[in-house]
């Protein structure tokens, strides 16, 4: 059977790119499952489940559904099946080992509106403008995955453990069905330091609407799981913090260093970091454990439906590097290196791909995989034959703007919070100019060089192949590349960001911002 799925979704992907015409695709579409169905009767004799009357029905339609899942802050380097860290990510894991692993992806901002916004739209931060200029709500103009999707047939579900990935920031565009938590439920868990409280029971939410779906219609189903996010829980069980610190030393740490304001001087010293880092360890285990059970929903391995399932981050996580903790202020590597892994693509040999690829291509990826649209623009699923394949890539833009750390003018003025211009942003306090954490910024990589423009402050270069912790600035030891580096990315600010054209961004509601600064994003 399982070769039977394969050649009824290539026919799909062949088919749908020849033809513009979505009604005619889906109509030839059943005349060649039916085909295929014929040669396969004998089989379907042998097989009389209920799993196969379920793929008899979609034999009406047979694209694939579609699942996309943000493990949210998720660096790539705490993923076990990159290679730095052992059984943290066992369902990921299992992802990888059977699909493709892209070991150098992303994200192209260091934030979750900012970074979800391309992710479904496929725009950079500078062509969406959501992070820039105090814009933090997905404009109604942007046309979204869910969109395209809900518009291609596909029923449309999102359920979001993130706040911030909710119909109040814009974010609801083409979804059947959004559901995230309460903004005021979690200004109230943040206010009262009970910000783990807001269970949103996310599987059984998932288990419900996959139950009672139109079966005979593919899906598109997206899913942000946020444990990995700060605040990091204390566990009574978590193999990745030592044993000789004891509960109440982890305890303490943790209530001592929260993570928004641990920066720059703040930066806890070795062990109160290491524990820390453990903890982080332990909720990114927690989020993969929720993957395993959102993956057995639709038991995929018993399923003949066909899926696609792509696991990924919106961001990634300091924990300690370039004085950082948490994920704002930053469009370093630790920020902006996250995991990313496609499985379910028929025909394609599990394999990782090691050229530098960025979120917003799932965007295309998907509709490629999906519908047959947008294949040019699509992540590469096979190795190129040119040895120096991450050498010759397109250049890999993210962007930070300070303008979120701060509430945007207009609602300043609708809050009449006086005397706002001096009020003094807690943060930052313990940073100074050199740790370039002030102002806008942005990186460009051409692998295996990234380059950083950080405004006023000088930029810095550095090898990611050897330094990802960014640690050694290649400015001066390598001024010819720096120099060329420099000047593109200096154009490529001033056209796109500097003068770029100013769009109306919807304005963020008062329970928005109150959601943005109990996350620690505002001011
Ligand atoms: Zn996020």
């Not at 196969?52 to 076990?80: C, F, G």
């Not at 979800?116 to 942007?142: N, Y």
């Not at 939410?205 to 899913?223: A, E, G, H, N, T």
């Not at 056209?495 to 928005?512: G, I, T």
Request: glycine residues 6%.
């Amino acid at each position: 059977m399982e070769s039977m799925r394969i050649l009824r979704f290539s026919q799909g992907r062949m088919l749908a790119r020849q033809l513009a015409n979505p009604e005619k695709v889906h109509i030839l579409l059943a005349v060649a499952w039916l085909l295929v169905l014929v040669a396969c009767s004998s089989e379907l004799e042998e097989n009389q489940s209920t799993r196969t009357q379920a793929a008899a029905v979609r034999a009406t339609d047979p694209r694939p559904s579609v699942i996309l899942v943000v493990l949210d802050t998720l660096r790539a380097d705490a993923v076990s099946s990159y290679g730095v860290v052992k059984g943290t990510t066992p369902a990921l894991d299992r992802l990888a080992e059977g699909g493709i692993r892209y070991s150098r992806a992303y994200a192209p901002a260091p934030w979750t509106v900012s970074s979800h916004t391309t992710l479904f739209s496929g725009l950079r931060v500078d062509q969406h403008g959501v992070g820039l200029e105090g814009g933090s709500v997905a404009p109604g103009s942007l046309q979204m995955l869910a969109e395209t999707f809900h518009d291609a047939g596909y029923l449309t579900a999102g359920f979001s453990e993130n706040t911030l990935v909710s119909a109040e920031f814009g974010f609801d565009q083409g979804f059947d069905l959004l559901e995230a938590p309460d903004v005021l439920e979690v200004i109230n868990a943040a206010m009262t330091g009970d910000d783990q409280s807001f269970d949103l029971g996310l599987i059984d939410r998932v288990r419900r609407w996959d139950r009672r779906r139109d079966k005979s219609l593919p899906f598109f189903l997206f899913v942000n799981i946020f444990d990995a996010h700060d605040p990091y829980e204390v566990r009574k069980v978590n193999p990745w913090v030592s044993e000789n610190v004891s509960q109440d030393e982890v305890e303490f740490i943790q209530s001592r260093y929260p993570i928004s304001t641990a920066l720059c001087g703040g930066v806890p010293e070795r062990n109160n970091l290491e524990v820390l880092r453990g903890l982080y360890l332990g909720d990114v285990a927690a989020a993969d454990s929720k993957l395993e059970e959102l993956l057995q929903v639709f038991d995929l391995e018993s399923n003949s439906e066909p899926h696609l399932i792509v696991t990924t981050s919106d961001h990634g996580e300091h924990l300690g590097e370039n004085r950082l903790m948490g994920h704002q202020f930053s469009v370093r590597h630790p920020a902006l290196h996250i995991p990313l892994i496609v499985s379910g693509l028929p025909n394609v040999a599990a394999t990782t791909i090691e050229r530098p690829v960025e979120l917003r291509q799932v965007h295309d990826s998907l509709l490629c995989w999906a519908l047959g649209e947008a294949c040019a623009t699509s992540l590469p699923v096979t190795k190129p034959l040119e040895l120096l394949e991450s050498e010759t890539s397109e250049p890999i833009f993210s962007i930070y703007s300070d303008s979120i750390a701060r509430l945007p003018k207009r609602l300043v003025d609708q809050l009449d919070i006086s005397d706002y211009e001096n009020f003094v942003d807690p943060a930052r306090s313990k940073c100074n100019a050199v740790d370039r954490v002030f102002g806008d910024m942005v990186s460009m990589i051409r692998y295996p060089m990234k380059i950083t423009w950080f405004g006023e402050n000088d930029p810095v270069l550095h090898d990611l192949s050897w330094d990802p912790a960014e640690r050694f600035d290649q400015m001066e030891l390598q001024p010819e590349r720096a120099s060329r580096l420099f000047e593109e990315l200096e154009e490529f600010v001033r056209l796109n960001v500097v003068l770029r054209d100013r769009q109306e961004v919807p304005e963020l509601s008062e329970e928005a911002v109150r959601a943005l600064k109990s996350l620690g994003y505002l001011q």
